[in-house]
């Protein structure tokens, strides 16, 4: 079943569970099997039945009614588990970094180096970074574009790259790099770019082989994954969840909400 068929089914299995709930009293599932006999029950599943075949438009409409309450029950445990270990994610001792660290807003980032949405951030987040003094920002990578079968696997390497520049002071030069670079990403386009921010063809071969660098951003992945991130980028300033590159605003609304916050 493709996607989309499945979406419908899923639809028109909420929609008859919303018209079931309709005609049924407010009482427990218990209690309506001991009110309705079988044969009411399946009286009214062919009216159900029959209202959907004679309002099809009503499909699309509960598609994304139910796609609207599943993402806002996303994004209401995304917020919640954020804020919970904020602090822990914050203070990762092997995430590079910007800014002071005793700043009283702290802007941690997942981020692709293969996402367009993510170098369009930068346009206004490195001006963040550079201009203010009250925000520290914490990058934490998530190469979330690969797929399975990809070889070389271009996000992952990038990120394993950007780890090897961290441990030779090369970070921000690498990352700047990689955030304003123009066209397609490959393997020789990323070699170029990492060897432009310092970082010798020794050092890319290493890090290619590291073990211990590959591991670290497995473990980016899947703190990002069991937190619900499945999107890049995605800002957590002092727990609070913005996600996407729509502009500066949100960014600035939220730091100043955290300051506010105290």
Same mark, same amino acid.
């Given at each position: 079943m493709t996607t989309r068929l499945l979406s419908l089914a899923l639809a028109v299995i909420a929609l008859a569970t919303a018209l079931t709930a $309709? +005609? $049924?009293?407010?009482?427990?599932? %218990?209690?309506?099997?001991?009110? *309705?006999?079988?044969?009411?029950?399946?009286?009214? %599943?062919?009216?159900?039945? =029959?209202?959907? /075949? %004679?309002?099809?438009d009503i499909i699309p409409r509960a598609l994304q009614r139910w796609q609207r309450q599943q993402q806002e029950r996303e994004q209401a445990d995304l917020a919640e588990k954020a804020d919970q270990v904020f602090d822990q994610l914050a203070s990762d001792p092997r995430a590079p970094t910007?800014?002071?660290?005793?700043?009283?807003? &702290? +802007?941690?980032?997942? *981020? %692709?180096y293969r996402c367009q949405y993510c170098r369009f951030a930068y346009e206004y987040t490195s001006e963040i970074m550079t201009s203010r003094d009250d925000v520290r920002y914490v990058f934490k990578l998530f190469p979330v574009l690969d797929r399975e079968g990809d070889d070389p696997a271009l996000s992952r390497r990038a990120a394993i790259y950007a780890m090897a520049a961290q441990e030779t002071g090369r *970070? =921000?030069?690498?990352?700047?790099a990689m955030m304003t670079r123009s066209g397609r990403l490959t393997p020789d386009r990323l070699a170029e770019l990492a060897q432009s921010a310092g970082l010798a063809p020794e050092t890319l071969a290493a890090a290619r082989q590291d073990a211990e660098l590959a591991a670290y951003v497995d473990g980016v992945m899947e703190e990002a994954? /069991?937190?619900? +991130?499945?999107?890049?980028? &995605? *800002? $957590? +300033?002092?727990g609070q969840v913005v996600q996407g590159a729509g502009g500066p605003e949100r960014i600035l609304d939220a730091i100043e909400r955290a300051k506010n916050a105290g």
């Open positions: $309709l +005609i $049924l009293p407010r009482v427990g599932s %218990d209690d309506a099997s001991a009110v *309705f006999s079988p044969a009411e029950r399946a009286a009214m %599943d062919q009216v159900v039945e =029959a209202y959907i /075949l %004679d309002n099809p910007a800014g002071p660290e005793d700043a009283p807003v &702290t +802007i941690v980032e997942y *981020f %692709d *970070f =921000a030069a690498y990352h700047d994954r /069991l937190m619900g +991130i499945r999107a890049t980028p &995605t *800002f $957590l +300033i002092n």
